[in-house]
């Protein structure tokens, strides 16, 4: 008896060991049956289900989400969408559970990415199916505008889906104070210099230009518009394609100073804020202007302000010429995706007006179709850019979310300009972005992407 | 050991004093902030209350947070149940065997408490995903008690080191096993060692956040990682989210309580005397 | 413990089966844990860039990248920084806390301080973060407005947006949160039979309150200064959410400490291999901050 003892505890323990693991079995974690699908081999008929991975997780992204999946729903009624929201800016937290998942080989049948370099970053690690044949059998190619077209297409492939398009740089004003001022909206930098003095002299205690830059992006947001005006854009896309010896370059030594000598006008705490809380400054009145992505407008009217009411937007720069910078927000099929019919059927509708009519609107960009009526837009500011794209389709160019360069340069990029605009440094920020340019192999790593 | 005198007092009181306003100060801006509407907040008056208090925030932060605190509270009671319980056995060999084995071991172990989580998280992962657990509540909770035993059996240990030999002799002349010496005599004496143990996993466990995020379905969605959510990344609605931080810490508020007054008389009250 | 001098065989296998359902768990955990150790260190000298795995051995070439980079040399600067200004003065401020909790306070003050002071224990830092960015701002932020309001104008300051002074702004957050914890832990190791007497003895012989404090009570709880600071330490060199809450590394890079660089470079750069080498770094400081540690702790264990 004495020496059955142990082993019997040792049992005893094993049995807990044991029901550690327990839970996996339990029926309340519907998960395993995902994982289970990606290992074993694909079953002959494929379950009813579409595994999708986002970042819209609260507010009006919520209510976008939800339409984009009743339009799914309409077509086919009987899938069971499991969705995995993953909160944080852009999908900053979304992009660490992707790459985890991705890489322990747990994909899910479809997410939600940019396009440019984060798609490119997708397709090098061999993590997509190319869609060749359902964008011929789509056509959809034809009802896109040709940039957007090539920010998806990757090696001569289309990878994904886009449904919308998000233009960067949009400068939002206080529609009041420019009307009680006589203001008009600028559309060069010397203009906003102007605007920006005059507004300094009539509310002292105002920035005239808000601007938040704890995640930093924010930051070259700014430059990059500046940039764009002084080089141009042919210029533009050279120096994030590492064409441009940046060191030795004119114009973006000049898109630097021109940059300096705004932040005066510049609200000065930006390092503490958010993008959010920097549109925030607008609303509360301690800033006039604010330069952001359409995603703004959502946020705008979630704090009561009505587009063209009491605020208003213009494109800028508009001279050389006007010019958006874009990305999409876009959805793909998975390599080994548990669900791949399904997944296809997915595409399919992302693809069709029925599901951007109703996503876009809510959410707030662009269609990606430029075949759907301007007049579905109910303010004003998305009419007039939807009508602008629709007849100039060759406009757009790609931004620092959808990335022309490698995410690994981007990334420092952005802290770079962010650390300029605290504590501006024309000529050591030259040589370190000259610097980032050649550590991260900017020029072989963005040579995929063609503009015009 | 009580030394009064009017100084001291004194001194007790201005220090109090400080200590409140540093500490409740962010308690206030919380509390008023989760009662406020979005277009409130964006005025950045933190200090001053608003009129129009907009309780039903917590109503609709407790819809949302609901099933995730079903989550975490199933998942961090699991970990911290098991982390003590394999902790305390594993604690109690290293404070009994005096082997070079458990000399190695136990530089091992010493060692394993400082490896910054961040450095094993992609491994991690590829091993959830290998053994198939990944994505469930069992992928998290072992994926915890892999960081969480090594501490365990060094905090049990060093409470046990403290416990006198003698008590166990006692029980072996009387033909007791290590096991039964352990479940029988050693464990019903340490339940404070327990209590403070369980408090410092439960802690780390409940506010874990990147794991939470990597490893989590909408099924098993943890607090910290609806709280970072229900702020949207779009509309930023600070009040639900301060909202649902408040009642998200009354699970380990109430925890705390319950276990707190072992954890004075914690672990490390009797081992390390100097 | 009092075996027979000589063992037979069975009897040594019972004691390895004895010992097993008390080391089998632990051991299991730990060989996981090292074995996602050796392969973090075998990432950081491979060539992973992007999102799929790349195990093709370079050697350390991307630890020769990492030493080059400015980021890494203010990274290193800044965890220093952590390291010092966020362990010392929250030990010296509990010790002083916990002291005074001990010979001048009430039951009931006592208890009302240690339940103010460990909340931040217990809350999400993402949202107590988020509340010390608001405490910070300086145009209407709550520090800057108490300090308006009553007139302290001078003291008005730029914060976390000033990158000169943004990481000491960071660590007196750190303090913040950390103290209640270091208070409960040096009170707990004021609590033995022994000292308590020798305190009783040093207040009969007439002896002041600071004499008691660094003659009697610091030299008995050298143990428990010791392991509070060493967990600051590790928590100081570890320290990833105040950072990535409050400042996300800013302005620029000039707060960035290893581990949110670590967390950049993995995940939003797409250089695993880099983020592993950094990883190995933080792990290396570590070794270097525990090696006295686990001397000290070994010799008091194995005695």
Same mark, same amino acid.
């Given at each position: 008896?004495?020496?059955?003892?142990?082993?019997?505890?040792?049992?005893?323990?094993?049995?807990?060991?044991?029901?550690?693991?327990?839970?996996?079995?339990?029926?309340?974690?519907?998960?395993?049956?995902?994982?289970?699908?990606?290992?074993?081999?694909?079953?002959?008929?494929?379950?009813?289900?579409?595994?999708?991975?986002?970042?819209w997780?609260?507010g009006g992204e919520?209510?976008a989400?939800?339409?984009?999946?009743?339009?799914?729903?309409?077509?086919?009624?009987?899938?069971?969408?499991?969705?995995?929201?993953?909160?944080?800016?852009?999908?900053?937290?979304?992009?660490?559970?992707?790459?985890?998942?991705?890489?322990?080989?747990?994909?899910?049948?479809?997410?939600?990415?940019?396009?440019?370099?984060?798609?490119?970053?997708?397709?090098?690690?061999?993590?997509?199916?190319?869609? #060749?044949?359902?964008?011929?059998?789509?056509?959809?190619?034809?009802?896109?505008?040709?940039?957007?077209?090539?920010?998806?297409?990757?090696?001569?492939?289309?990878?994904?889906?886009?449904?919308n398009m998000h233009i960067?740089?949009i400068?939002?004003?206080?529609?009041?104070?420019?009307?009680?001022?006589?203001?008009?909206?600028?559309?060069?930098?010397?203009?906003?210099?102007?605007?920006?003095?005059?507004?300094?002299?009539?509310?002292?205690?105002?920035?005239?230009?808000?601007?938040?830059?704890?995640?930093?992006?924010?930051?070259?947001?700014?430059?990059?518009?500046?940039?764009?005006?002084?080089?141009?854009?042919?210029?533009?896309?050279?120096?994030?394609?590492?064409?441009?010896?940046?060191?030795?370059?004119?114009?973006?030594?000049?898109?630097?100073?021109?940059?300096?000598?705004?932040?005066?006008?510049?609200?000065?705490?930006?390092?503490?804020?958010?993008? #959010?809380?920097?549109?925030?400054?607008?609303?509360?009145?301690?800033?006039?202007?604010?330069?952001m992505g359409t995603w703004a407008i959502g946020y705008f009217q979630s704090?009561?302000?009505?587009p063209?009411?009491?605020?208003?937007?213009?494109?800028?720069?508009?001279?050389?010429?006007?010019?958006?910078?874009?990305?999409?927000d876009?959805?793909?099929?998975?390599?080994?995706?548990?669900?791949?019919?399904?997944?296809?059927?997915?595409?399919?509708?992302?693809?069709?007006?029925?599901?951007?009519?109703?996503t876009d609107v809510t959410q707030g960009g662009l269609?990606?179709?430029? #075949?759907?009526?301007?007049?579905?837009f109910?303010d004003?500011i998305r009419?007039?850019?939807?009508?602008?794209?629709?007849?100039?389709?060759?406009?757009?160019?790609?931004?620092?979310?959808?990335?022309?360069?490698?995410?690994?340069?981007?990334?420092?990029?952005? #802290?770079?300009?962010?650390?300029?605009?605290?504590?501006?440094?024309?000529?050591?920020?030259?040589?370190?972005?000259?610097?980032?340019?050649?550590?991260?192999?900017?020029?072989?790593?963005?040579?995929?992407?063609?503009?015009? | 050991?009580?030394?009064?005198?009017?100084?001291?007092?004194?001194?007790?009181?201005?220090?109090?004093?400080?200590?409140?306003?540093?500490?409740?100060?962010?308690?206030?801006?919380?509390?008023?902030?989760?009662?406020?509407?979005?277009?409130?907040?964006?005025?950045?008056?933190?200090?001053?209350?608003?009129?129009?208090?907009?309780?039903?925030?917590?109503?609709?932060?407790?819809?949302?947070?609901?099933?995730?605190?079903?989550?975490?509270?199933?998942?961090?009671?699991?970990?911290?149940?098991?982390?003590?319980?394999?902790?305390?056995?594993?604690?109690?060999?290293?404070?009994?065997?005096?082997?070079?084995?458990?000399?190695?071991?136990?530089?091992?172990?010493?060692?394993?408490?400082?490896?910054?989580?961040?450095?094993?998280?992609?491994?991690?992962?590829?091993?959830?995903?290998?053994?198939?657990?990944?994505?469930?509540?069992?992928?998290?909770?072992?994926?915890?008690?892999?960081?969480?035993?090594?501490?365990?059996?060094?905090?049990?240990?060093?409470?046990?080191?403290?416990?006198?030999?003698?008590?166990?002799?006692?029980?072996?002349?009387?033909?007791?096993?290590?096991?039964?010496?352990?479940?029988?005599?050693?464990?019903?004496?340490?339940?404070?060692?327990?209590?403070?143990?369980?408090?410092?996993?439960?802690?780390?466990?409940?506010?874990?956040?990147?794991?939470?995020?990597?490893?989590?379905?909408?099924?098993?969605?943890?607090?910290?990682?609806?709280?970072?959510?229900?702020?949207?990344?779009f509309v930023?609605?600070?009040?639900?989210?301060?909202?649902?931080?408040?009642?998200?810490?009354?699970?380990?508020?109430?925890?705390?309580?319950?276990?707190?007054?072992?954890?004075?008389?914690?672990?490390?009250?009797?081992?390390?005397?100097? | 413990?009092?075996?027979?001098?000589?063992?037979?065989?069975?009897?040594?296998?019972?004691?390895?089966?004895?010992?097993?359902?008390?080391?089998?768990?632990?051991?299991?955990?730990?060989?996981?844990?090292?074995?996602?150790?050796?392969?973090?260190?075998?990432?950081?000298?491979?060539?992973?860039?992007?999102?799929?795995?790349?195990?093709?051995?370079?050697?350390?070439?991307?630890?020769?990248?990492?030493?080059?980079?400015?980021?890494?040399?203010?990274?290193?600067?800044?965890?220093?920084?952590?390291?010092?200004?966020?362990?010392?003065?929250?030990?010296?401020?509990?010790?002083?806390?916990?002291?005074?909790?001990?010979?001048?306070?009430?039951?009931?003050?006592?208890?009302?301080?240690?339940?103010?002071?460990?909340?931040?224990?217990?809350?999400?830092?993402?949202?107590?973060?988020?509340?010390?960015?608001?405490?910070?701002?300086?145009?209407?932020?709550?520090?800057?407005?108490?300090?308006?309001?009553?007139?302290?104008?001078?003291?008005?300051?730029?914060?976390?947006?000033?990158?000169?002074?943004?990481?000491?702004?960071?660590?007196?957050?750190?303090?913040?949160?950390?103290?209640?914890?270091?208070?409960?832990?040096?009170?707990?190791?004021?609590?033995?039979?022994?000292?308590?007497?020798?305190?009783?003895?040093?207040?009969?012989?007439?002896?002041?309150?600071?004499?008691?404090?660094?003659?009697?009570?610091?030299?008995?709880?050298?143990?428990?200064?010791?392991?509070?600071?060493?967990?600051?330490?590790?928590?100081?060199?570890?320290?990833?959410?105040?950072?990535?809450?409050?400042?996300?590394?800013?302005?620029?890079?000039?707060?960035?400490?290893?581990?949110?660089?670590?967390?950049?470079?993995?995940?939003?750069?797409?250089?695993?291999?880099?983020?592993?080498?950094?990883?190995?770094?933080?792990?290396?400081?570590?070794?270097?901050?525990?090696?006295?540690?686990?001397?000290?702790?070994?010799?008091?264990?194995?005695?």
């Amino acid at each position: 008896m004495k020496k059955m003892t142990p082993l019997y505890s040792m049992l005893l323990v094993l049995i807990l060991l044991l029901s550690a693991c327990g839970p996996a079995r339990t029926p309340t974690a519907p998960a395993p049956a995902v994982t289970i699908v990606v290992v074993t081999a694909t079953p002959a008929p494929e379950p009813k289900k579409l595994e999708i991975f986002h970042w819209w997780t609260a507010g009006g992204e919520r209510e976008a989400a939800d339409a984009m999946f009743k339009a799914f729903k309409d077509k086919m009624p009987d899938v069971e969408i499991v969705e995995n929201p993953v909160a944080g800016g852009g999908g900053v937290s979304h992009r660490v559970v992707l790459q985890a998942r991705l890489s322990a080989g747990l994909p899910p049948d479809t997410w939600q990415t940019l396009g440019g370099a984060e798609l490119k970053s997708y397709v090098d690690g061999g993590y997509l199916e190319p869609l #060749d044949d359902l964008w011929a059998e789509l056509n959809y190619a034809a009802v896109i505008p040709g940039p957007l077209a090539k920010a998806v297409t990757i090696n001569g492939h289309p990878y994904v889906v886009p449904l919308n398009m998000h233009i960067q740089n949009i400068l939002y004003y206080n529609k009041a104070l420019f009307d009680e001022l006589g203001l008009q909206p600028p559309a060069t930098y010397d203009e906003l210099i102007a605007v920006a003095k005059a507004i300094k002299e009539a509310r002292p205690e105002m920035s005239p230009l808000a601007l938040g830059t704890k995640e930093k992006w924010e930051a070259a947001f700014v430059f990059d518009s500046i940039l764009l005006e002084v080089g141009g854009p042919e210029h533009y896309v050279k120096v994030y394609k590492g064409e441009v010896d940046v060191k030795n370059d004119p114009a973006y030594k000049e898109a630097l100073q021109k940059l300096e000598a705004l932040i005066p006008y510049i609200y000065p705490y930006h390092a503490g804020l958010t993008w #959010d809380e920097s549109c925030g400054l607008v609303v509360a009145g301690d800033a006039a202007m604010v330069l952001m992505g359409t995603w703004a407008i959502g946020y705008f009217q979630s704090r009561g302000w009505t587009p063209g009411k009491e605020f208003s937007a213009v494109t800028f720069p508009q001279k050389p010429e006007r010019i958006l910078l874009f990305h999409p927000d876009t959805y793909g099929l998975a390599k080994g995706a548990p669900h791949p019919k399904t997944t296809i059927e997915w595409l399919k509708v992302v693809a069709s007006p029925e599901l951007q009519i109703p996503t876009d609107v809510t959410q707030g960009g662009l269609f990606a179709r430029i #075949d759907i009526d301007p007049a579905n837009f109910p303010d004003p500011i998305r009419r007039e850019l939807q009508t602008y794209v629709r007849n100039n389709p060759d406009k757009l160019i790609l931004d620092q979310h959808g990335s022309i360069a490698p995410f690994s340069f981007t990334q420092a990029y952005w #802290d770079v300009i962010a650390a300029f605009i605290a504590q501006p440094n024309v000529d050591g920020t030259l040589s370190s972005v000259a610097d980032l340019l050649t550590t991260y192999n900017v020029k072989a790593e963005a040579a995929w992407y063609q503009w015009p | 050991m009580r030394i009064r005198g009017l100084s001291t007092q004194l001194i007790v009181l201005l220090v109090t004093l400080v200590l409140t306003g540093v500490y409740v100060l962010p308690i206030y801006v919380m509390v008023m902030t989760s009662l406020k509407t979005p277009v409130e907040i964006s005025q950045r008056a933190y200090l001053i209350p608003t009129r129009n208090l907009q309780f039903q925030n917590y109503a609709e932060a407790f819809r949302l947070i609901y099933p995730s605190l079903i989550n975490s509270s199933i998942i961090s009671f699991a970990v911290t149940l098991l982390a003590v319980f394999f902790g305390g056995l594993g604690g109690y060999y290293l404070s009994r065997s005096r082997s070079p084995f458990v000399r190695v071991l136990f530089i091992l172990v010493g060692v394993a408490l400082y490896l910054p989580y961040q450095v094993i998280l992609i491994p991690l992962v590829q091993l959830m995903a290998k053994t198939r657990l990944a994505l469930t509540y069992a992928g998290l909770i072992v994926s915890y008690l892999i960081l969480n035993v090594p501490l365990a059996s060094v905090l049990m240990g060093t409470f046990f080191l403290s416990i006198p030999r003698e008590l166990e002799e006692a029980a072996q002349v009387d033909g007791a096993n290590r096991l039964q010496l352990f479940f029988r005599v050693v464990s019903p004496i340490s339940l404070p060692a327990y209590a403070s143990t369980a408090i410092i996993v439960f802690t780390q466990v409940w506010n874990e956040f990147l794991l939470a995020l990597t490893l989590s379905t909408p099924a098993t969605t943890t607090i910290q990682v609806k709280l970072a959510e229900v702020k949207g990344s779009f509309v930023a609605l600070y009040n639900i989210q301060m909202a649902s931080a408040l009642i998200g810490v009354l699970i380990p508020l109430s925890f705390f309580l319950f276990l707190g007054r072992y954890f004075i008389r914690g672990v490390l009250a009797g081992a390390l005397k100097g | 413990m009092n075996r027979k001098p000589r063992r037979t065989f069975r009897q040594r296998l019972f004691t390895v089966l004895e010992s097993l359902p008390f080391l089998a768990p632990l051991l299991i955990f730990l060989a996981i844990l090292y074995g996602m150790l050796a392969w973090t260190l075998y990432v950081s000298m491979a060539n992973w860039v992007g999102t799929a795995p790349n195990y093709e051995f370079v050697g350390l070439k991307w630890y020769q990248m990492m030493f080059r980079l400015d980021r890494f040399r203010v990274d290193m600067t800044n965890n220093v920084k952590w390291l010092s200004l966020g362990v010392l003065p929250t030990v010296a401020l509990a010790l002083f806390l916990a002291y005074m909790l001990e010979i001048g306070s009430v039951k009931r003050i006592e208890g009302y301080v240690r339940t103010l002071i460990l909340y931040p224990v217990a809350m999400s830092f993402v949202v107590t973060g988020t509340i010390w960015s608001w405490m910070y701002q300086p145009d209407k932020g709550v520090l800057n407005t108490i300090l308006r309001a009553i007139g302290l104008t001078e003291l008005i300051g730029r914060y976390t947006t000033n990158p000169a002074t943004a990481t000491y702004w960071l660590i007196l957050i750190f303090i913040w949160q950390y103290l209640g914890f270091a208070v409960i832990i040096l009170q707990s190791s004021f609590r033995t039979t022994e000292l308590q007497e020798m305190v009783e003895a040093a207040i009969v012989d007439g002896a002041s309150k600071l004499r008691i404090l660094f003659s009697v009570i610091v030299p008995n709880i050298r143990g428990g200064i010791l392991i509070l600071i060493s967990l600051l330490l590790i928590s100081a060199l570890k320290v990833f959410d105040i950072v990535y809450v409050v400042t996300f590394g800013g302005p620029g890079y000039s707060t960035d400490v290893l581990a949110l660089f670590m967390f950049i470079a993995t995940f939003q750069q797409h250089l695993v291999a880099l983020g592993a080498g950094l990883g190995m770094i933080i792990f290396l400081m570590a070794l270097v901050i525990v090696i006295p540690y686990t001397i000290y702790a070994f010799r008091k264990w194995f005695e």
